[in-house]
């Protein structure tokens, strides 16, 4: 069973920085495709940024370009979302999710972490 944990949420100040992890229980980034998601209070979820297992990064959200980076260290069975640049309107709760193939769709979920951006 693939495990999702993630980390490196917090409480920042507008135009501050945090870098998000998620490990995986496996080699996991190395095989399937990765996306970073996020859910603000009522509000739907939305993807943020997605990279393939070949590190190509496929999606960034119109609001998160030029701000936002998406990695990954398949050594460390880790990816991370590197923000810049925070917004209040950043605030929300942050997934890390993968994407089998096979599945054809994003079929491991992190828990959730908390990113919350003061002014």
């Known amino acids: 069973q693939v495990q999702l944990v993630e980390s490196g949420g917090g409480l920042v100040e507008a135009g501050g920085s945090l870098k998000l992890s998620c490990e995986a229980s496996?080699?996991?980034?190395?095989?399937?495709?990765a996306a970073w998601f996020r859910q603000a209070p009522g509000k739907e979820r939305e993807r943020v940024a997605a990279?393939?297992?070949?590190?190509?990064?496929?999606y960034y959200l119109d609001s998160v370009k030029g701000r936002f980076t998406i990695s990954k260290d398949d050594a460390k069975n880790t990816l991370y979302l590197q923000m810049d640049s925070l917004k209040l309107d950043d605030t929300a709760i942050y997934y890390c999710?993968?994407?089998?193939?096979?599945?054809?769709?994003?079929?491991?979920w992190g828990q959730g972490i908390q990113v919350t951006v003061s002014s």
């Open positions: 999710a993968a994407y089998p193939q096979s599945a054809g769709q994003y079929l491991y």
């Open positions: 496996g080699n996991v980034f190395a095989f399937y495709d």
């Open positions: 990279i393939g297992w070949n590190r190509v990064i496929s």
